[in-house]
């Protein structure tokens, strides 16, 4: 393994990319429905809603 990069969690969809969003109250409650709605977290529910905007 080479120096320096770290073990983690196989996967074959690697997170590579981060990226920082600031939200208004109320977009921060509709991410909050839709989360307790669909049972899932903040992260994937952004990502749900990117993936919808391919979808359009």
Not at 4 to 17: A, I, N
Not at 31 to 54: E, N, P, W
């Amino acid at each position: 393994m080479p120096e320096g990069k770290k073990m983690g969690r196989p996967t074959d969809s690697p997170k590579r990319h981060e990226i920082k969003v600031r939200l208004d109250d109320a977009v921060l409650e509709i991410l909050d429905d839709y989360c307790k709605r669909k049972s899932t977290t903040h992260v994937q529910g952004i990502r749900d809603g990117i993936s919808a905007l391919r979808e359009e």
